[in-house]
């Protein structure tokens, strides 16, 4: 089991910056990439980032690239989503997830989720 908890979500105003944390234990956490997804009241839950297992690799959705930064801290066990020029768009609840490699679309472990609220 790999247990991840979510944390530094928060109301801020458009064009603020916010870090959010998830914090792992369990199993190795070094042996998962991981992910950050995102829900918005109404919507699916879409991509946001992802970091290889030693945080070589990133990937973005299109709609974060340039804004959002995905890194990683295996000594922590511990992956973050900066993100700055927030725009209210990305008010949701997001999540971190944990697959067996990058490119996967199976994810074994997820985190309860914390809210990000961007005001305009």
């Known amino acids: 089991q790999l247990q991840l908890v979510e944390s530094g979500g928060g109301l801020v105003q458009a064009g603020g910056s916010l870090r959010l944390s998830c914090a792992a234990s369990g199993r190795t956490f070094s042996s998962y990439a991981m992910d950050w997804f995102r829900q918005a009241p109404g919507k699916e839950r879409e991509f946001v980032a992802a970091?290889?297992?030693?945080?070589?690799?990133?990937s973005y959705a299109d709609s974060v690239k340039g804004r959002f930064t995905i890194s990683r801290d295996n000594t922590k066990n511990t992956v973050y989503l900066q993100m700055n020029s927030l725009k209210p768009e990305d008010t949701a609840v997001y999540y971190c997830?944990?697959?067996?490699?990058?490119?996967?679309?199976?994810?074994?472990?997820w985190g309860q989720g914390t809210q990000v609220t961007v005001s305009s």
């Open positions: 997830a944990a697959a067996p490699y990058i490119e996967s679309t199976s994810f074994h472990y």
């Open positions: 970091i290889s297992r030693r945080g070589g690799r990133t």
